[in-house]
C-alpha cells in the first residue's frame, strides 16, 4: 500500500513521519531553487560547489562528490564540468593517487560561495520556532534515518573530525598538524580538521548528528 494512501498514513505512525519527509523533500527543492535564483547556478551545482569548498582538499575527489550528490558517475561529471566552464572549480590529479582526480574551488567560485552563504537558511529559519528539547528529539530521531539510509549505501554523511572515532585531536601538539586521522593514517592541520570527512564515522551512531560544539 502507497504512503498516499490516506487510510494507510491513519494506521501508521511511521507512514505518517514518512509523508512528511517526502512532503518535506519536495519543499527543500523549491526552497533551493529559490536560494540560487541570480547566481546563474542549478541547485545540484550549488551544492556540488559548496561540497568541494568544505570537503577535506585530499578527498574531494569526483566519485566522492557523486555518492554525496547521490547521482551516477556520469552526472556528476556533467555538473562538473558545468562549474569548470564558469570558472568555478578546476581539477587536479591526486599526488597520491594519480587515477584519482581531485576538485578545487577557483577564486571566482570563492566569491559565489560567499554568495552562497544563504543557501539552506531558509529551512533552519522554519525550525526556529520549536524548542529546544522538541529540536532535540526531531535532531536524534532524524539522525537514526540518515545513519541507517548511510549504512544501506543510500546517502552519504561528511561532517568534520570532531566526534568521529577515528580523529586523535592534538597527539602532535605544537606542530602545524596536530591532529590524526586513525583511518587514513594522516595527520591533519586545524584547518583540514574543521573540513568535512565522507568516511566520518560517528563515535555514537545514535548521535549522528550531535557534533561536538567547535
Known amino acids: 500500500m502507497t504512503l498516499f494512501d490516506p487510510e494507510l498514513r491513519q494506521r501508521s505512525r511511521a507512514a505518517r513521519v514518512a509523508m512528511a519527509l517526502l512532503r518535506l523533500s519536495h519543499?527543500?527543492?523549491a526552497i533551493s531553487s529559490d536560494e540560487v535564483k541570480g547566481l546563474g547556478l542549478t541547485p545540484m551545482q550549488?551544492?556540488?560547489l559548496l561540497w568541494v569548498r568544505y570537503t577535506k582538499p585530499f578527498l574531494a575527489s569526483v566519485g566522492r562528490l557523486a555518492q554525496a550528490l547521490g547521482v551516477t558517475h556520469v552526472t556528476a561529471i556533467?555538473?562538473?564540468d558545468a562549474l569548470e566552464r564558469e570558472g568555478l572549480l578546476t581539477r587536479e590529479t591526486s599526488h597520491h593517487d594519480r587515477r584519482v582526480t581531485l576538485l578545487r574551488v577557483t577564486p571566482a567560485g570563492e566569491e559565489v560561495?560567499?554568495?552562497l552563504e544563504r543557501f539552506g537558511h531558509t529551512l533552519e529559519e522554519a525550525l526556529a520556532g520549536m524548542g529546544e528539547h522538541e529540536l532535540?528529539?526531531?535532531e536524534h530521531g532524524l539522525g537514526a534515518v540518515v545513519w541507517s539510509l548511510r549504512a544501506a549505501g543510500l546517502l552519504q554523511v561528511a561532517?568534520?573530525?570532531r566526534g568521529c572515532m577515528y580523529f586523535r585531536e592534538n597527539v602532535a601538539p605544537g606542530t602545524s598538524e596536530p591532529h590524526r586521522c586513525d583511518l587514513i593514517e594522516r595527520f591533519l592541520s586545524e584547518q583540514e580538521a574543521r573540513l568535512a570527512c565522507p568516511d566520518y564515522h560517528p563515535e555514537h551512531p545514535q548521535g549522528l548528528l550531535s557534533l561536538a560544539a567547535e
Open 78 to 80: 556533467g555538473v562538473i
Open 136 to 138: 532535540a528529539t526531531l
Open 159 to 161: 561532517e568534520a573530525c
Open 113 to 115: 560561495v560567499q554568495r
Open 46 to 48: 550549488a551544492q556540488a
Open 27 to 29: 519543499a527543500v527543492k
